[in-house]
């Protein structure tokens, strides 16, 4: 039988014991309380009696919002009220904004001993992933279309050509059938320029000068300037700005950029490209005056196969992956692309890139390869050399 000195020895280990259990739950309820801040979904546990106990900071924007956010908070207490029922249910809510949001929210009961002891709710912002699924979708569905129209052109072209006893009207059949491939192989090529640059974790990197880049861009669309009797202005590119990029990369997107003013321009206007140093970023401008874009349609011309005027686009030519092309390398680079427009009076692209460290003084003797040094006076600040050049 205990004597008093032990049951009393007995009873302080006791409660010993159960302060230190005391303290470790504290200090479980502040690591989950943590843990719950810390994390990107919005939080939001109740009692039985539908009482919050806690809201972690990113549910907290709901709370007493305008809007989208209020029409999330009414989702969340209407989820939380049939989770303490005993229901588990989760919907997608989409909020028009602006930003446009996409939110999946979740209630869920939260059971001890089989009895409901309260409820929580999660709120996950999904907007990323369904604009992701919306381009998937999107581009397979253009890019189907996109080969089926020259395959389809092919195939009819190629069978009158077979029934066909007239060589005028089959050279003229055969004519138009290589310009079909050309143009499947184009929507190839591009295609598969594109998946490279996505898929490359790292571009290649060589210093190279932008006066380099601007004078191959320029002679790659010189013709198609000419032919459209488009004057190619090319205005002042500072001789000592370098970058450190993939050379070939770099120079296919500002032969994009040039290529998509040229053939939104009319006949016999101009197209000017220049380049200026901003802080520690090189800008590369191509301006038009042709048929600019639409408010509307700024911000997804950078899509692929995106087009804003469908028939034209058809007509120039173009397979709709160039402005995607250059966005994916300007940013492969850290860099970025930007676009002003005013409808009918033309449109100013920026492709953005980091300036080379200790750039001044930059050589042009030995070009890295694939990239030549045409010379062609476009450079800025040498003696007998034009700020600007027109084709």
Excluded: W
């Amino acid at each position: 039988m205990r004597t008093k000195k032990q049951t009393v020895v007995a009873l302080e280990r006791e409660l010993a014991r159960e302060i230190a259990r005391a303290a470790r739950a504290e200090i479980d309820r502040e690591r989950l309380a943590h843990a719950l801040d810390a994390f990107e979904d919005g939080v939001v546990v109740v009692d039985e009696k539908g009482v919050e106990v806690r809201r972690n900071p990113a549910a907290e924007r709901f709370r007493a919002g305008r809007h989208g956010a209020a029409l999330a908070e009414e989702g969340i207490g209407e989820l939380l009220e049939q989770a303490r029922e005993g229901v588990a249910q989760e919907r997608e809510l989409l909020l028009f904004g602006p930003p446009r949001e996409a939110l999946l929210l979740r209630g869920v009961p939260l059971v001890r001993d089989g009895v409901t002891v309260g409820a929580a709710a999660f709120v996950r912002d999904i907007t990323e992933l369904r604009r992701v699924e919306s381009v998937r979708r999107d581009f397979v569905a253009n890019v189907s279309h996109e080969l089926k129209t020259p395959i389809g052109a092919m195939e009819l072209l190629a069978e009158t050509v077979a029934s066909s006893d007239d060589i005028e009207v089959m050279r003229r059949l055969s004519e138009q059938l290589a310009r079909e491939a050309d143009r499947l192989a184009r929507i190839v090529d591009d295609l598969l320029d594109l998946s490279l640059i996505e898929a490359q974790e790292a571009p290649t990197r060589d210093r190279i000068p932008v006066r380099v880049v601007v004078d191959e861009a320029v002679e790659r669309v010189r013709s198609m300037a000419l032919a459209r009797n488009i004057t190619l202005r090319v205005g002042r590119v500072t001789g000592d700005l370098a970058i450190d990029c993939d050379p070939a990369q770099v120079v296919s997107a500002v032969t994009n950029l040039l290529d998509n003013a040229i053939k939104y321009s009319e006949d016999g206007q101009r197209v000017e490209i220049s380049a200026a140093r901003d802080g520690d970023r090189v800008v590369i401008a191509v301006r038009d005056e042709g048929v600019g874009i639409p408010s509307r349609d700024l911000e997804r011309i950078f899509e692929r196969f995106y087009r804003v005027d469908k028939a034209r686009s058809r007509a120039t030519g173009g397979t709709g992956l160039g402005l995607s092309i250059v966005r994916h390398v300007a940013q492969a680079h850290g860099g970025e692309v930007a676009v002003e427009s005013i409808e009918g009076e033309g449109s100013t692209f920026r492709f953005i890139l980091p300036l080379a460290d200790n750039a001044n003084g930059v050589s042009t003797a030995h070009p890295p390869p694939g990239v030549s040094a045409s010379g062609n006076g476009t450079g800025g600040n040498g003696p007998g050399v034009p700020n600007t050049e027109e084709v």
